[in-house]
C-alpha cells in the first residue's frame, strides 16, 4: 500500500502536468461525441495555422466575433458583425448580400471576391503585439530618462542587454559604419518578429507571425530599404558587374536581378515556414492523444508537447534573430563602399 | 495553398500597423534609448580615460620619487663619507699638534733643565768660591796673624803691581 502511495507521490507532477495541459493545449477540441463523425485532424491543424474572421477561444461562449469590414465596387465599404455569418447552430449563413467560403468573403450573387479589410484574428494578434511592444519600450524608454547616467533597473536592465546584442553583434558589423540609420527599423523588425513568435505559442493565439501575408510584408519593407539604399557600386554590380569580360555579364545580368528577388523571397519563406510548421508539429502531437483516445498516447504526446514548445521558444528567437541578421546582411551589401578600385 | 496566399487586408493591415509602430518606437522608444546607451557608453569611457591618465601620472611621479629618493640616498652617502673623511683628517691634525706640543714641552722642559742646571752650577761655583774664600780667608787670617807675614805679603803686592 505504501509502495503505490510513494508511486503516486513520484508521479504527481507527472499527472499534474498531463491534466493541466491536455484540455488546455487540446484549445476548444473535444473528443467527438457518439455518433459524429471521426475527428480530422489535418483539418483541424490547418484551420488553426490559418487566419479567421472569428477568435475561436472555446466551445460554448468562448468565440469573438471579429469585426468584418468590406469593401467592392458594387456595395463600397460595409462593416459588421462576423457574428451574422453564423447562425444559432454555428452554421455558416449570408448576410446582406455576402457570403463567407473559406474564410473569403465574396458577393452573394456575383460570386466576385471582396476586398476584405476585415480586423481577423492575426490583425488582431497585430494590434495587441503592436500594443504590446510600445507599452513594453515605452517602460524602457522611461527607464533610461529616471536611471539617467545610473545603472539600469528592471523592465530596462532586461531589456538592455538585447538591444546591445542587437546593436553591437548584428547591425554594427552587417551595415559597417552608417549603422545608426538603420538601427531604429531593426529593432522594430527584431521585437516585432521576436514578440510575435512568442505571442504566437500561447494556447489560443493567432499565428501571426507565421502567415505569409506578415512575413511578406517585413520582406519587402527591407527589399525597399535596401534598394533605396543601395549606392553606385551596388547598382553597378547588380547591371554591369566590374571586371567581368562582355560576354559573361550579359549572363550574370539576369542572375543578378533574380537575385535581387530572392532575397525578400527567401525572408518570407524562411520565417513563415519555421513558425508555422512549429505550430503545425505542437498541433499534430496534441492531435494524437484525441485520435488514439488513449491516457498513454496523451501522456506521451504531452511530455513531447513540452519538449517541442521549448524548441519553439528557441526557434522563436532564433528566426527574429535570423530575419534581422539577413536584414541587416542586404543593407550593408548594398551600402558598402566598392573596395577593388 | 490558403496558407501560401498572402491575404490583402491582413498586408494592408501589417503595413499600416508596422509602420505607425516603427515611427512611434523610434521617436519615443530608440531615440532615447539609443542616446542615452550612446551618452553611457561615453561617460564610461572618460572614466576610463581618466583612470588611465591617473595611472600614467602616478607611475611617472612613483619614478619621480624615486629618483628623489636615490638622490638624497646618494648625497647622504656623500655627506657621511665626507664626513668621515673630515674626521680622519681632524683626528689626524690633532695627533700632529699633540705630538708638535709634546714635542715642544719635551725641548721646552729639556731647556728649562739645562737653564737650571747652569744656575745650579753657577750657584755651586759661587759657594765653591765663597767655601774656598772662607777657607782661603781663614788659612791667611791664620798666617798673617803676626806683622813678619803681613809685610812680607804687601811686599809680594807691590811687586806685582810693578809687573803690571
Known amino acids: 500500500m505504501s509502495r503505490f502511495l510513494s508511486l503516486i507521490r513520484k508521479n504527481f507532477v507527472a499527472f499534474i502536468i498531463f491534466f493541466l495541459l491536455v484540455p488546455t493545449a487540446g484549445f476548444s477540441v473535444q473528443g467527438p461525441a457518439e455518433g459524429e463523425e471521426a475527428f480530422d485532424a489535418s483539418q483541424f491543424i490547418i484551420h488553426h495555422v490559418l487566419d479567421d474572421h472569428v477568435w475561436h477561444l472555446w466551445d460554448h461562449g468562448g468565440t469573438i466575433y471579429l469585426p468584418v469590414i468590406v469593401y467592392s465596387a458594387e456595395k463600397g465599404l460595409d462593416i459588421f458583425s462576423s457574428r451574422n455569418f453564423y447562425d444559432d447552430h454555428h452554421n455558416i449563413v449570408e448576410h446582406n448580400g455576402y457570403t463567407l467560403e473559406h474564410n473569403h468573403i465574396y458577393l452573394s450573387g456575383s460570386h466576385k471576391a471582396v476586398l476584405d479589410l476585415s480586423i481577423t484574428k492575426n490583425v488582431a494578434m497585430l494590434f495587441i503585439n503592436a500594443a504590446f511592444l510600445l507599452v513594453v519600450f515605452l517602460a524602457v524608454a522611461k527607464g533610461y530618462e529616471k536611471n539617467k547616467g545610473k545603472s539600469p533597473s528592471g523592465i530596462q536592465s532586461f531589456f538592455e542587454p538585447i538591444i546591445l546584442f542587437i546593436r553591437d553583434e548584428i547591425v554594427k558589423p552587417n551595415i559597417g559604419p552608417r549603422y545608426e540609420k538603420f538601427l531604429p527599423y531593426m529593432l522594430t523588425l527584431f521585437f516585432f518578429i521576436l514578440f510575435g513568435n512568442l505571442l504566437g505559442l500561447l494556447p489560443g493565439a493567432g499565428n501571426l507571425t507565421g502567415n505569409i501575408a506578415v512575413t511578406v510584408t517585413l520582406a519587402v519593407l527591407t527589399f525597399i530599404i535596401t534598394n533605396f539604399s543601395g549606392n553606385k557600386s551596388y547598382w553597378s554590380h547588380v547591371f554591369w558587374t566590374p571586371g567581368v569580360p562582355l560576354p559573361l555579364r550579359l549572363i550574370i545580368l539576369p542572375v543578378e536581378i533574380v537575385g535581387l528577388f530572392t532575397k525578400p523571397i527567401s525572408l518570407t519563406i524562411r520565417l513563415f515556414v519555421a513558425i508555422t510548421a512549429g505550430h503545425i508539429v505542437l498541433l499534430s502531437l496534441i492531435c494524437l492523444a484525441f485520435i488514439f483516445k488513449s491516457v498513454w498516447v496523451g501522456t506521451g504526446s504531452t511530455v513531447m508537447v513540452l519538449f517541442i514548445s521549448l524548441i519553439e521558444l528557441l526557434v522563436a528567437g532564433i528566426q527574429a534573430y535570423v530575419f534581422v541578421l539577413f536584414s541587416s546582411l542586404y543593407i550593408g551589401m548594398a551600402i558598402t563602399e566598392d573596395e577593388h578600385h | ?164
Open chain 2, 1 to 164: 495553398m490558403e496558407l501560401l496566399t498572402p491575404g490583402t487586408g491582413l498586408i494592408l493591415w501589417q503595413l499600416i500597423v508596422f509602420l505607425l509602430l516603427f515611427f512611434l518606437l523610434a521617436k519615443l522608444a530608440w531615440k532615447p534609448i539609443i542616446t542615452s546607451l550612446k551618452e553611457r557608453e561615453r561617460s564610461i569611457q572618460d572614466a576610463l580615460d581618466t583612470a588611465e591618465r591617473a595611472r600614467i601620472e602616478m607611475s611617472r611621479l612613483k619614478s619621480d620619487n624615486e629618483n628623489l629618493l636615490k638622490q638624497a640616498r646618494e648625497e647622504r652617502e656623500k655627506i657621511l663619507r665626507d664626513a668621515r673623511d673630515v674626521s680622519v683628517r681632524m683626528k689626524e691634525e690633532a695627533e700632529q699638534n699633540a705630538k708638535k706640543s709634546a714635542d715642544r714641552i719635551i725641548d721646552d722642559a729639556r731647556m728649562a733643565i739645562n737653564n737650571e742646571k747652569q744656575a745650579a752650577l753657577r750657584e755651586v761655583k759661587d759657594v765653591v768660591a765663597n767655601l774656598s774664600l772662607d777657607v782661603a780667608s781663614k788659612i791667611l787670617r791664620k798666617n798673617l796673624s803676626n806683622d813678619q807675614a803681613q809685610k812680607d805679603l804687601t811686599q809680594q803686592y807691590i811687586k806685582d803691581i810693578k809687573l803690571n
